[in-house]
T-cell receptor, first 115, second 110 residues
């Protein structure tokens, strides 16, 4: 079984719709992240959470919100989707006790298309 | 702010050695990481350098010079399966988050 799972894997939606992307992990890690990937732009950080009560904005948080429902679950919401939010979205986790390298473990990604 | 620069594409032949460079500008610095991503896949961690010098892991090595804000990933004995995108990433002191570069697409030819 995958350690970091994302649902859905693919989603097509229309402008203005509310969308939630979910991430679950069985690694027992305390830190979780949401990134979006666009061609030629690499991975850009949307939000990150270092524990259940800690939520922080990343580079591109406008238009997005998150919820850390439990240590193992971190969801990303687009309140009113727009076409330029079409991208590949990755969830990642890391362990604050791993020795300092902050190795991040990525989920398989969610491909979101906003029409 | 924080920024990272790496070449967009590199092409090399099977069996050769290739070096992918990364220069960074950050507010504070904890370490430089490298990730590999195959088409359609998720990024996977390759290496991390917090101190100056070379770290070797099998065919892959990573180098860091903190004074030059520079690092590189060295891939030896290239194989076709090494064709992928490679991202450098910097962990700065601004909230301890990691910022990724735009990625280098490596093409390995037979």
């Amino acid at each position: 079984d995958a350690d970091v799972t994302q649902t859905p894997r693919n989603r097509i939606t229309k402008t203005g719709k509310r969308i939630m992307l979910e991430c679950s992990q069985t690694k027992g890690h305390d830190r979780m992240y949401w990134y979006r990937q666009d061609p030629g732009l690499g991975l850009r950080l949307i939000y990150y959470s270092f524990d259940v009560k800690d939520i922080n904005k990343g580079e591109i948080s406008d238009g997005y919100s998150v919820s850390r429902q439990a240590q193992a679950k971190f969801s990303l919401s687009l309140e009113s989707a727009i076409p330029n939010q079409t991208a590949l979205y990755f969830c990642a986790t890391s362990d604050s006790t791993s020795g300092g390298n902050n190795e991040q473990f990525f989920g398989p990604g969610t491909r979101l298309t906003v029409l | 702010g924080q920024s990272l620069e790496q070449p967009s594409e590199v092409t090399a032949v099977e069996g050769a050695i290739v070096q992918i460079n990364c220069t960074y500008q950050t507010s504070g610095f904890y370490g430089l990481s490298w990730y590999q991503q195959h088409d359609g896949g998720a990024p996977t961690f390759l290496s991390y350098n917090a101190l100056d010098g070379l770290e070797e892991t099998g065919r892959f090595s990573s180098f860091l010079s903190r004074s030059d804000s520079y690092g590189y990933l060295l891939l030896q004995e290239l194989q076709m399966k090494d064709s992928a995108s490679y991202f450098c990433a910097v962990r700065g002191t601004g909230g301890f988050k990691t910022i990724f570069g735009a990625g280098t697409r490596l093409f390995v030819k037979a």
